[in-house]
C-alpha cells in the first residue's frame, strides 16, 4: 500500500483532494435542493365580515379650558383640586382685596353705585311724568303762536290809549299788520312748531317706561364695574372636572399665571384623520372601536360612535386626509385627555360570504391571485376582492368555493400580500 501511494507525487495528490471537496459540495447543494417545500394552508370559510376603516387619533373632551388670572394679588382662597367636578359659574380660587390695585378697588363702589342708579331708573316715574308736562306746554305754546299768526293773515284791531275827562279810554283801530310783525309771528311759530316735535318724540320714548338709552347705558356701568371685579375671581365657564389646579394660598400671582385647567369628561372625543380613498365610507352615525395601549387588563375595546366627518380635506406632505370625531360611548375613569386611541370605523357589515385570507392575497402582473393546494402542488387562481376587514377580504370573483385548501405561504417570488 505505501508503494502504491508513493508512486504519485504530493501535487497530484493535492489536486486529488482539491476534487473531492467539489464534489462533496455539489452533492450537499444537490441533496438541500431536493427538499420538499411544506405550504402552510387553510380551508376556505364562509361567514361573515365587518369592514371597518381604522386610523389613530388622541383623546380629547368636548369642553376644555386653561383657566389664568386677569389681575395681580396674593391667592386668599382656593375652593378646588384636582379631580373634583364642579358647576358652571363656580368661584374656584378668588384673591386678597388688600391686596389689589386701586382701580379693582375702587370698582366695587363702582358697582354699587351703578346698580343704584340703574335701578333708580327702572323704578322712578318722574322722566316720563315731566315729559309729558313738557310736551302739553309745547302743545299751548303753538297753539298760541299759530292762532296769531292766522290772525295776521286779514285785518287787525289795534288798540289805542287816550285821556277823556282825565280817565283813560281804550279806542279801537283797525288796520293791517306790517312785514316785520308778520316775520317775527312766523320766526315764533316755527320756534314752537320745532319744540313741540322735541316733546312729542321724547314723551313718545318715555310714556311706556325710562328711555331704553338710559337704561342700556346704566346695564353698561354695571357690567363694565362687575367684570372688573371678575378679575380677583377664577369662576368655572361650564360644567366640569378639575384637571389642572395651580393656585395655593398665598401664592404672589401675575396677570396671565396660570390658574386651572377644567374639562368636560362626560363627553370624551378622538380625532382621525381618514384617507380621501375612505373617507366616502365614512358617515355620521357609524359605530366604532377603539383600544388603549394605556388602558391595561380590559379584555374589551370601548365603543363609541361617528360624530363628524369633515367635508373639506387638507394636505400634509402630498397626502390628502380628512378629519373624523368619534365619541365614545362608554368611555371609563382610565380614558384621559390626551391618550392615544386605535380606533376602527365599522363602514360595512356583511353576512354569509365566501372569505380570503389577506395573508394568502398576492399581486402577480398588476392581478389580485391566491394559491390552492392541488395534488401537494401550488395552483394560482385570479380573484376579484370586495370590502376587507384586517384579516379577511369578501370573495366576489375567482373560481374558488368553500372548503378549498388555500396557501397562507405562497411562493414568494410572486409578491408579498396585496404587492406589498
Not at 127 to 150: C, F, G, I, S, V
Request: charged letters at 20%; proline letters at 3%; glycine letters at 8%.
Amino acid at each position: 500500500m505505501k508503494k502504491f501511494f508513493e508512486r504519485f507525487s504530493r501535487r497530484t495528490w493535492i489536486i486529488i483532494g482539491v476534487v473531492a471537496v467539489v464534489l462533496l459540495v455539489i452533492i450537499f447543494v444537490s441533496t438541500r435542493g431536493g427538499e420538499v417545500v411544506t405550504f402552510q394552508t387553510t380551508a376556505v370559510e364562509r361567514g361573515n365580515l365587518t369592514a371597518t376603516v381604522g386610523a389613530t387619533g388622541s383623546v380629547r373632551a368636548r369642553q376644555s379650558a386653561t383657566l389664568i388670572w386677569q389681575t395681580t394679588g396674593i391667592v386668599d382662597t382656593v375652593s378646588a383640586s384636582v379631580g373634583d367636578r364642579i358647576s358652571r359659574d363656580a368661584v374656584l380660587a378668588s384673591l386678597d382685596k388688600a391686596s389689589l390695585n386701586q382701580s379693582v378697588i375702587l370698582a366695587e363702589a363702582d358697582l354699587a353705585n351703578a346698580k343704584k342708579s340703574l335701578e333708580d331708573l327702572s323704578n322712578s316715574d318722574t322722566a316720563r311724568a315731566q315729559a309729558l308736562r313738557t310736551l302739553d306746554t309745547a302743545e299751548e305754546a303753538y297753539t298760541k303762536a299759530y292762532n296769531y299768526r292766522l290772525g295776521l293773515n286779514g285785518k287787525i284791531t289795534i288798540a289805542d290809549t287816550y285821556l277823556e275827562f282825565g280817565v283813560p279810554k281804550v279806542r279801537y283801530i283797525k288796520g293791517y299788520a306790517d312785514k316785520e310783525t308778520i316775520a317775527d309771528a312766523d320766526e315764533k311759530l316755527a320756534l314752537t312748531e320745532a319744540q313741540l316735535g322735541d316733546a312729542r318724540r321724547n314723551y313718545e320714548r318715555l310714556k311706556d317706561g325710562v328711555d331704553p338709552v338710559e337704561i342700556a347705558a346704566a346695564e353698561a356701568r354695571v357690567a363694565a364695574a362687575q367684570a372688573t371685579l371678575n378679575t380677583t375671581y377664577i369662576v368655572a365657564p361650564f360644567d366640569g372636572t378639575v384637571t389642572q389646579a395651580d393656585p395655593a394660598v398665598g401664592d404672589q400671582i401675575t396677570a396671565g399665571t396660570a390658574a386651572f385647567r377644567i374639562d368636560d369628561l362626560t363627553h370624551l372625543l378622538v380625532d382621525v384623520q381618514v384617507s380621501e380613498v375612505d373617507i366616502n365610507t365614512v358617515v355620521v352615525g357609524q359605530d366604532a372601536t377603539l383600544t388603549f395601549d394605556a388602558v391595561l387588563g380590559r379584555a374589551e375595546p370601548y365603543h363609541g360612535k361617528v360624530v363628524q366627518a369633515n367635508q373639506a380635506g387638507i394636505t400634509v406632505q402630498g397626502v390628502v386626509s380628512f378629519t373624523v370625531t368619534v365619541e365614545l360611548t362608554d368611555a371609563d375613569e382610565f380614558v384621559k385627555p390626551g391618550m392615544t386611541a386605535a380606533v376602527n370605523i365599522v363602514v360595512e357589515q356583511v353576512n354569509d360570504v365566501v372569505l380570503i385570507p389577506n395573508r394568502a392575497v398576492r399581486l402577480v402582473d398588476a392581478e389580485r391571485v391566491v394559491y390552492l393546494l392541488v395534488d401537494g402542488q401550488p395552483v394560482k387562481v385570479k380573484v376579484l376582492l370586495g370590502s376587507t376587514s384586517g384579516a379577511d377580504s369578501v370573495l366576489v370573483e375567482g373560481e374558488i368555493k368553500e372548503g378549498d385548501p388555500i396557501i397562507l405561504n405562497p411562493p414568494s417570488s410572486n409578491g408579498g400580500p396585496f404587492g406589498g
